[in-house]
């Protein structure tokens, strides 16, 4: 069953193939089994997992309708609630705190028949590229396990890439699940900005985050988007539009559709992730698309004006840990100084508090102007440099990283892991659809991922096309060693 599609998977079920109570068995098994060797899984969620599968297979034998994810089991980044389960972000502040409520994600992944595992690891408050930055532990990338995952979502990646459930979850504020997508050759996706609820997303940067999924296939993905991409009144920044038909516009033809490529920015990118990208925009010509040049002018300054503005927002955000109303207090503390100070201290990691300390910098009195307001201006520009590209072509084409997975510890200079961001902050600043398609191997057999970003509100089209893609390129199936 690992082997199987998410559609293939939920077809099984409610043809009578296999019960759902058999899948959520299976999948458990498996990541008991393997995860140990990954650590992509912060806990499991076995008896959820298999009451929902028992009320599944009791609704069948009734003759009940089922859901579109129905016997389907998914991963759950764990900046997620869900309801009355530990939600700690990958923080020491967050190790006892259970989520009081269902993020709108998770309640209607489970309206619709979704099975849901455990939850997986990421970097500290989904701050970093690496998960390296959790907590609690290091996940590894599947297909090399002395490599990193990527990051924030890297835990989400490294279970959809060993087959340890054929969907995930994970936010992507500045390329957090398009990176490590790429990294472990799976399909990653960060929809339209508002287009998914953040309603029950343990914020980092509000004006950045957006919830997105994780699978082997773009069809999968179209799946899921069906049953999560609706409005939100809960969620102030959720788009009023209704819900849209995915899979039934995948058609494989991409006749007629131009492809943004950019003539420079490629600069400093490893040889190897230049060819693929080369080759890729070759294969799109191939299925019938136009690659046209554009330019982006701004795009040079989007990853500091992305570290200026995360920064300030995650500043803001997690100022509410303060040690008072929910996680760590410091049994160090005396004073309601000592509370606020010494919980901080010991619950975040270095990482954290070093984002922490640059956005309080840039927000502060003597700096805002210099900085902050400075790099808003700049995003606007960004925005206008976007949509004159989008008057020209229907998606633009870009690589995902600047290289394959690195070895863990490789990007130990903060500068370094930030620049690994380099190709993927821009969608978030302009709030615009992004995936990463597997788009083949390197030479030590390290996936590499071709992205594609759309024009805001252009999920379905944008999909469409990634789909497209993937049909003449095999690599969806291909499974890492450690996951057979």
Request: aromatic share 8%; net charge neutral.
């Amino acid at each position: 069953m690992f082997k199987l599609s998410a559609l293939e998977l939920r077809d099984l079920f409610l043809k009578g193939g296999a019960s759902a109570e058999e899948i959520a068995r299976h999948f458990l098994e498996r990541v008991s089994a393997i995860d140990p060797k990954i650590g992509g899984f912060l806990q499991l969620l076995p008896e959820r997992a298999l009451r929902q599968a028992q009320t599944l297979d009791q609704k069948r034998s009734r003759g009940e309708p089922l859901g579109k994810l129905a016997g389907v089991p998914i991963g759950i980044k764990d900046n997620i609630h869900i309801q009355g389960e530990l939600t700690t972000c990958g923080s020491k502040f967050l190790e006892n705190y259970r989520a009081p409520f269902d993020a709108t994600l998770t309640k209607l992944l489970e309206e619709e028949g979704a099975i849901l595992i455990g939850k997986t690891n990421l970097d500290e408050f989904a701050m970093g590229s690496t998960t390296g930055h959790s907590a609690y532990q290091k996940t590894r990338n599947p297909w090399d396990l002395e490599r990193i995952p990527g990051g924030s979502s890297g835990g989400s990646a490294a279970v959809v890439s060993a087959r340890l459930c054929p969907i995930a979850f994970g936010s992507d504020t500045g390329g957090s699940i398009r990176q490590p997508a790429s990294l472990c050759g799976v399909v990653g996706y960060k929809p339209t900005y508002g287009r998914v609820s953040r309603y029950g997303l343990v914020a980092f940067g509000s004006s950045l985050d957006q919830i997105g999924p994780f699978a082997n296939r773009v069809s999968d993905i179209g799946l899921v988007m069906e049953v999560i991409g609706r409005h939100d009144a809960q969620d102030a920044t959720s788009l009023p539009l209704p819900q849209e038909s995915y899979l039934t516009q995948f058609d494989g033809n991409l006749k007629g559709i131009k492809i943004g490529a950019l003539s420079n920015f490629l600069e400093g990118i490893d040889p190897e992730v230049g060819e693929n990208f080369q080759r890729s925009l070759q294969l799109l010509r191939d299925q019938g698309a136009s690659i046209v040049p554009i330019e982006l002018p701004m795009l040079k300054y989007a990853l500091a004006v992305y570290y200026i503005l995360a920064a300030a927002e995650a500043s803001t955000n997690l100022a509410r840990f303060d040690g008072i109303r929910y996680g760590k207090r410091s049994p160090r503390a005396n004073t309601l100084r000592e509370i606020y100070t010494l919980s901080k201290e010991e619950g975040y990691g270095a990482e954290v508090k070093r984002r922490i300390l640059l956005g309080t910098y840039v927000l502060s009195a003597g700096y805002q102007d210099a900085y902050y307001r400075k790099a808003q201006k700049v995003r606007t520009l960004l925005q206008r440099d976007y949509a004159a590209a989008f008057s020209k072509c229907h998606a633009i084409a870009m690589p995902v990283s600047p290289t394959p997975a690195p070895l863990i510890g490789a990007l130990a200079d903060p500068m370094q892991e930030y620049l690994a961001d380099i190709y993927t902050v821009s969608a978030n600043l302009v709030g615009v659809p992004g995936v990463s398609v597997p788009a083949g191997f390197s030479k030590e057999n390290l996936p590499i991922g071709l992205q594609l970003q759309g024009p805001q509100q252009g999920d379905v089209q944008l999909l469409r096309i990634a789909e497209s893609f993937e049909r003449i390129h095999c690599y969806t199936d291909a499974i890492p060693e450690v996951a057979k």
